[in-house]
């Protein structure tokens, strides 16, 4: 048996999860709703303040499905409660990121600034002038605009210039050496 996906998921307090046909799973909490069509194989059942999730047999798709959508439930759950956020961080001598309304400038060395549109449910919030965060109730949208911004300048291994997560480390490369 999968040990995450027999996990129950707790519904905290204020969280109201409606499992539709089609497995179709609406969870509702104080900072938004969230809707997700989940494998129809399996088995979502809420009991009391839980939420049950089982497989119909243990074929290897069925095993891998199994853990999959327990983790899918239990990140709409947390997103509804507390949310999501990624932190970036900007790198390198003029390089910094600037916001006004819902547009995020970035000058990266390039000849242009890049211009970059929160997109919906997604807010992003500059931290001084080289600290972006993005954040929101959606951890798949969450992390994909975050990987959006880091791919307009990725860290590069020689100087450590470019937009990098807060918690990555770059692994640093020695340079040329001159001839002796």
Not at 3 to 30: H, L, Q
Not at 92 to 112: E, I
Not at 129 to 148: R, T
Request: no cysteine; net charge positive.
């Amino acid at each position: 048996m999968s040990r995450i996906g027999r996990m129950p998921i707790a519904i905290p307090a204020g969280v109201t999860v409606e499992v539709a046909e089609n497995n179709k799973v609406t969870v509702k909490g104080p900072k938004g709703t969230l809707e997700r069509v989940l494998p129809n194989e399996m088995e979502i059942k809420v009991e009391g303040a839980e939420i049950l999730v089982s497989r119909p047999n243990d074929l290897k798709k069925m095993k891998s499905l199994h853990g999959l959508t327990r983790t899918l439930i239990n990140n709409m759950v947390v997103g509804v409660t507390q949310g999501f956020e990624k932190k970036l961080e900007v790198n390198g001598v003029g390089y910094r990121a600037g916001k006004s309304g819902k547009k995020l400038t970035l000058n990266l060395g390039y000849s242009h600034p890049v211009e970059m549109t929160d997109p919906e449910e997604i807010e992003t919030v500059v931290e001084g002038q080289n600290v972006i965060i993005v954040k929101g109730i959606d951890k798949e949208k969450v992390g994909q605009f975050a990987a959006e911004i880091r791919d307009q300048r990725r860290p590069e291994p020689y100087k450590g210039k470019g937009i990098k997560y807060a918690d990555e480390t770059i692994r640093r490369k020695v340079g040329k050496t001159g001839k002796k």
